[in-house]
């Protein structure tokens, strides 16, 4: 029987090949004499952030082609207030609330739930949102708040959580949902006078639930180009020499360069899960972009008993509130700015002190350039 695990980093290498990676590299700057204007990419998803500078893709490429970064970092687009309901919770009596990482060091108006829990808050991370179960069975007096984050990736666990939660009838178990979509926010970034944008590498993860179809309105809307891509460096350059050909070619198509993972349905039994349980929002604040329609999710009414934010309606804080002065987190996330551009980047903020959630994040843009950006 074969080794399964060297199979799996053979693999994993044939995507990171120098060579492979080099060839598309001088494919790319070949075909990017032909474009008739700059091209102008922006890769949404942190996890791509960090691929393009972990393995140096931007010296990879010609001056005529750039990288943008977006908003695809769930705990990145979080706005203060939100965080600050998180803190409010978690602050109650005889509450626990949970989450997931890097919650915990966002700051908000009071401080991070980390704070919070140094001030004797009982504040708990989880692996998987499923271990809110236990938790919620094994504290029957308390109420348990899962504040759920994520993109459409994450959703359908927050979904199953709560259908397991009904099944079992656990009553102390309440939801504060956070859930965001990634084609409002990209409209809004591309509507946006100062958008250079002109080409999209959309997000993978998002797209094996959803499946890439989501973005077809967009790339018709906009006629842009948009591939969908894997997150190794290898992925990466063909996804980039796609989209180079499709501009040089003059087309605006959508692609799957991701297909061992990818499909345009998506996901079909995860969809019909949050369907299930969730609609959309009416309007969400999002960090640096403000308030755009249609862009999350909420628990349907019929499950208004078990939502936290109307079980907690009464202590949570409902007003917008300004990001630090300092701080260029809602500029990036907008594709107006990079993380060099701001002037507490790497000095006043650091992942040991972050001032914003970019630097907070594994996948924020921030924390790429600093974990493998030169200072």
């Given at each position: 029987?074969?080794?399964?695990?060297?199979i799996?980093?053979?693999?994993?290498?044939n995507?990171?090949?120098?060579d492979?990676?080099?060839?598309?590299?001088?494919?790319i700057?070949?075909?990017?004499?032909?474009?008739?204007?700059?091209?102008?990419?922006?890769e949404?998803?942190?996890?791509?952030?960090?691929?393009?500078?972990?393995y140096?893709l931007t010296q990879l490429?010609?001056?005529?082609?750039?990288?943008?970064?977006?908003p695809?970092?769930?705990?990145?687009?979080?706005?203060?207030?939100?965080?600050?309901?998180?803190?409010?919770?978690a602050?109650?009596?005889?509450?626990?609330?949970?989450?997931?990482g890097?919650?915990?060091?966002?700051?908000g108006?009071?401080?991070?739930?980390?704070?919070?829990?140094?001030?004797g808050?009982s504040?708990?991370?989880?692996?998987?949102?499923?271990?809110?179960?236990?938790?919620?069975?094994?504290?029957?007096?308390?109420?348990v708040?899962?504040?759920?984050?994520g993109f459409?990736?994450?959703?359908?666990?927050?979904?199953?959580l709560?259908e397991?939660?009904?099944?079992?009838?656990?009553?102390?178990?309440?939801?504060?949902?956070?859930?965001?979509?990634?084609?409002?926010?990209?409209?809004?970034?591309?509507?946006?006078?100062?958008?250079?944008?002109?080409?999209?590498?959309a997000?993978?993860?998002?797209?094996?639930?959803?499946?890439?179809?989501?973005y077809?309105?967009?790339?018709e809307?906009?006629s842009?180009p948009?591939?969908?891509?894997?997150?190794?460096?290898?992925?990466?350059?063909?996804?980039?020499?796609?989209?180079?050909?499709?501009?040089?070619?003059g087309?605006?198509?959508?692609?799957?360069?991701?297909?061992?993972?990818?499909?345009m349905?998506?996901?079909?039994?995860?969809?019909?899960?949050v369907?299930?349980?969730?609609?959309?929002?009416?309007?969400?604040?999002?960090r640096?972009?403000?308030?755009?329609?249609?862009?999350?999710?909420?628990?349907?009414?019929?499950?208004?008993y078990?939502d936290?934010?109307v079980?907690?309606d009464e202590?949570?804080?409902?007003?917008?509130?300004?990001?630090?002065?300092?701080?260029?987190?809602?500029?990036?996330?907008?594709?107006v700015a990079?993380?060099?551009?701001?002037?507490?980047?790497?000095?006043?903020?650091?992942?040991s002190?972050?001032l914003g959630?970019?630097?907070?994040?594994?996948?924020?843009?921030?924390?790429?350039?600093?974990k493998?950006?030169?200072?």
């Amino acid at each position: 029987m074969p080794n399964l695990d060297l199979i799996s980093l053979d693999l994993i290498e044939n995507f990171r090949d120098k060579d492979v990676i080099a060839g598309f590299a001088k494919k790319i700057a070949i075909l990017a004499q032909s474009l008739k204007e700059k091209l102008v990419i922006m890769e949404v998803c942190g996890g791509h952030t960090h691929t393009i500078m972990r393995y140096g893709l931007t010296q990879l490429m010609p001056e005529n082609i750039e990288f943008i970064h977006g908003p695809g970092c769930p705990v990145c687009v979080m706005p203060k207030n939100r965080i600050n309901q998180a803190y409010e919770i978690a602050m109650q009596k005889d509450t626990i609330l949970l989450s997931l990482g890097d919650m915990i060091k966002i700051p908000g108006s009071y401080g991070s739930l980390a704070d919070a829990r140094a001030r004797g808050a009982s504040v708990q991370f989880l692996y998987s949102p499923l271990q809110a179960l236990e938790i919620a069975k094994n504290n029957p007096q308390k109420k348990v708040v899962f504040f759920a984050i994520g993109f459409e990736t994450t959703t359908p666990m927050t979904a199953a959580l709560v259908e397991k939660a009904l099944q079992e009838n656990i009553t102390n178990l309440f939801f504060h949902i956070n859930h965001v979509l990634v084609p409002p926010p990209l409209c809004a970034i591309l509507d946006s006078k100062n958008s250079r944008i002109n080409a999209l590498i959309a997000p993978s993860h998002v797209s094996v639930i959803s499946g890439a179809k989501i973005y077809k309105d967009i790339v018709e809307k906009y006629s842009i180009p948009a591939v969908v891509s894997g997150f190794e460096p290898v992925d990466m350059m063909e996804s980039v020499y796609r989209l180079v050909k499709q501009k040089v070619e003059g087309g605006s198509e959508l692609e799957i360069q991701y297909k061992r993972v990818v499909s345009m349905s998506g996901n079909l039994k995860a969809q019909a899960l949050v369907e299930k349980y969730f609609t959309k929002r009416k309007s969400f604040e999002w960090r640096g972009l403000g308030n755009i329609a249609d862009s999350a999710l909420k628990l349907k009414e019929q499950y208004a008993y078990i939502d936290g934010e109307v079980v907690f309606d009464e202590i949570l804080s409902k007003d917008s509130v300004a990001d630090n002065r300092a701080c260029r987190c809602g500029d990036i996330l907008r594709g107006v700015a990079k993380p060099f551009d701001c002037k507490v980047f790497a000095k006043a903020c650091t992942p040991s002190n972050p001032l914003g959630s970019c630097m907070v994040s594994s996948e924020g843009a921030c924390a790429a350039y600093y974990k493998y950006g030169t200072l």
